[in-house]
């Protein structure tokens, strides 16, 4: 597999609970090098542009409420195989069917608030890491 790059974003719910740290010792734990990082808040324009594929679901709403409700820490990451193995290091959507050890499983309480974003596809986690960082701040 080529070296490649995954975009995340640690949620408000992590940051609240204290978990910066753990969370990010988890990750480079795990062999994921950061490439660029920050801590900033979405605005409801922000959230409701980086989640514009779930705007017709029940829990759009909420989505974005909870997601600009504090700051977050986006981080683009990358490591052999960046995607996948990184949903596999976070775990599935609803913690309670997240595998033992994963982030989800250890640091997230709902599916609504589940502590962590991975990108689906290398397409998007180039958006995604667009989104959140110019060119001068990927290193
Ligand atoms: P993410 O995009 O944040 O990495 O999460 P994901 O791929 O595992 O899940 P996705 O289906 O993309 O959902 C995006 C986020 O919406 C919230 N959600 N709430 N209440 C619900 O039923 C529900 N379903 C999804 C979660 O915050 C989820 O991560
Ligand atoms: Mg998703």
């Known amino acids: 597999m080529a070296t490649n790059r ?4 640690l949620k408000p719910d992590a940051v609240e609970k204290g978990h910066i740290g753990a969370i990010l010792e988890k990750i480079s734990a795990s062999g994921f090098r950061i490439v660029a990082m920050k801590l900033t808040q979405m605005t409801t324009a922000d959230a409701e542009e980086f989640y514009a594929i779930h705007s017709e679901r029940p829990f759009f709403p909420e989505l974005v409420t909870y997601m600009t409700r504090g700051p977050i820490v986006a981080a683009i990451l990358e490591k052999e195989n960046a995607v ?5 290091l976070i775990g599935a959507t609803n913690p309670a069917d997240a595998a033992e050890g994963t982030i989800r499983k250890m640091f ?3 599916i609504s608030e589940n502590a962590v974003h991975g990108s689906d596809s290398d397409d998007n986690a180039a958006i995604e890491g667009a989104f959140h960082f110019s060119g001068r701040d990927q290193f």
Do not use: G, I, N, Q
Not at 84 to 88: E, K, Q, T
């Open 6 to 9: 995954t975009f995340t974003m």
């Open 84 to 88: 996948d193995d990184f949903r596999a």
């Open 108 to 110: 997230a309480d709902s």
